[in-house]
């Protein structure tokens, strides 16, 4: 029987789909993030959205201010695709490496969507443009159409929409961000089998450790809803699967999404899991429940940097194997708290696996 490693040593990963939002927030959980990954892409679904150059630039500054003293940590800009974004806008941030991807919400498809693509038909200009750049489009992939059952809306979108938009520009660099299905799971797979090498998909901690029970264990449990919504459980272990396999189209992206607490404990509850502050430890436990803990680190640290082109980090984070008991709430720095738009203690956002133990720890250098 294999020997269980009682420590491992990684090199530093990083996340490839978080919502470090603005303001007291922003700075409340930003060393959550930036503490374990050295980068980051940067979900860009603000109010208003980041659809400029200048506002990427202004929303990276006011990272970088927020960051705690001693970090290093490099937060990856994205635009926010509207019908309307000139494509030279887009080309222009890309080229002064501003904006390293591009963001595709279709409209009210998620959190803050509503400015969103209302048809595919309209950025096909875009589209063109990130193509014969290689600049990579994010994709969060659920149709709106209000016909179709929340729990299909996935796999919906990968017939209706990824695939014709593959026929028409074979040559884009695609993530499909947050996969939840089975289908998206293989559909990802067999594109990496067949020799395409152009899409790839993140996966959170959640989907790997959720199933649709979660949302209505007890009651009605907003602190598990996130979009797309977690699905049933044997499409938690296709992504388990996935995930595990070593396969270079699969990689780390949390989709950390924090609300203020009024926002979750609403009679319409915001979509979204605040998982950054345990993210590692989220992803140790699976891989290791999956006997694979020896991929977590082409999962974590190194598909990920090789689909966007950028070099692996060199810095290492150990993970030991040592209990720890995750509290309930976020106790963000006293700086977070200051300001004029202060984040009141009752605000702020629950954690992903609150209550519960983890059996790994970070230990950062
Ligand atoms: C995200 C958010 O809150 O910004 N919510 C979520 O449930 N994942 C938006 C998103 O990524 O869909
Ligand atoms: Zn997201």
Redesign the pocket.
């Known amino acids: 029987m294999a020997e269980v490693p009682t420590s491992l040593v990684l090199r530093r990963p990083d996340d490839w789909?978080?919502?470090l939002r603005d303001g007291a927030m922003l700075r409340a959980v930003l060393p959550a993030t930036a503490r374990t990954f050295a980068r980051a892409i940067v979900?860009p679904?603000l109010r208003p959205p980041v659809t400029s150059v200048d506002a990427a630039e202004a929303y990276r500054s006011r990272i970088l201010e927020a960051l705690p003293e001693g970090i290093s940590f490099e937060p990856l800009m994205t635009a926010y695709l509207t019908d309307d974004l000139d494509p030279d806008e887009l080309a222009r941030g890309f080229a002064q490496d501003v904006f390293r991807a591009a963001k595709l919400y279709p409209a009210n498809a998620?959190?803050n969507s509503a400015a969103g693509v209302s048809d595919l038909s309209k950025i096909s200009s875009v589209l063109t443009c990130m193509e014969a750049i290689d600049m990579p489009l994010l994709i969060?992939g659920e149709v709106t159409d209000p016909d179709v059952d929340v729990f299909d809306r996935e796999a919906l979108f990968i017939e209706r929409h990824l695939k014709p938009l593959r026929q028409r520009h074979p040559q884009l660099r695609i993530v499909l961000?947050?996969i939840t299905t089975e289908e998206s799971a293989t559909y990802i797979r067999e594109a990496y089998q067949s020799g395409d090498d152009r899409i790839a998909a993140t996966i959170t901690p959640h989907h790997l450790h959720l199933n649709r029970n979660a949302m209505f264990m007890g009651g009605l449990r907003s602190d598990f809803y996130?979009?797309p919504v977690v699905k049933r459980e044997c499409h938690r272990r296709a992504l388990v699967k996935a995930a595990t396999s070593g396969l270079p189209c699969f990689f780390l992206?949390t989709?950390?999404?924090p609300h203020p607490r009024s926002g979750k404990e609403s009679a319409c509850g915001c979509a979204?899991i605040f998982n950054a502050l345990h993210a590692l430890e989220s992803y140790a436990a699976v891989f290791e429940q999956a006997s694979a803990l020896d991929q977590l680190e082409g999962f974590a640290s190194e598909h990920g940097p090789r689909f966007y082109g950028l070099p692996l980090n060199a810095d290492t984070v150990t993970l030991v194997r040592r209990q720890q008991s995750v509290p309930a709430r976020l106790t963000p720095p006293r700086f977070a708290c200051l300001g004029d738009d202060a984040l009141p203690d009752s605000e702020w956002p629950l954690l992903f696996h609150a209550g519960e133990a983890l059996e790994w720890t970070a230990e950062f250098h």
């Open positions: 789909h978080v919502h979900m679904n998620t959190t969060h961000e947050h996130c979009l992206g989709d950390s999404a979204g």
